[in-house]
């Protein structure tokens, strides 16, 4: 997972590419579509996305919770269950066989 200010400085660079006005556009107009697990590892030396206020600039909208749909996944299609299992205790941080 990004940081907020990670996910400002994104923005910012793209709309400096695409020729946009940083209040007009989100992200230069390109549709972005970010995917995560909520129970990732925090970004290296930063806050999660959705603990930090408003970021680089106090003006600016909260990118995450204004700009972005979210649609949360809750069944889990692999059908091998062992494997299915590992994959549940990796992302709780588990180091258990159990």
Partial sequence: MVSYLTMS???????????????QVLF????VIAVGDFFQLPPVRDKFELQDGKGYNPDSTHLWRDEFKLMELT???TKRRQYSEFLNRVRIGSQSLT
């Fill in 28 to 31: 230069g107009g390109l549709n």
């Fill in 9 to 23: 400085f994104i923005h910012k660079r793209l709309t400096e590419i695409k020729g946009t006005d940083d209040t």
């Fill in 75 to 77: 069944q889990n299609e």
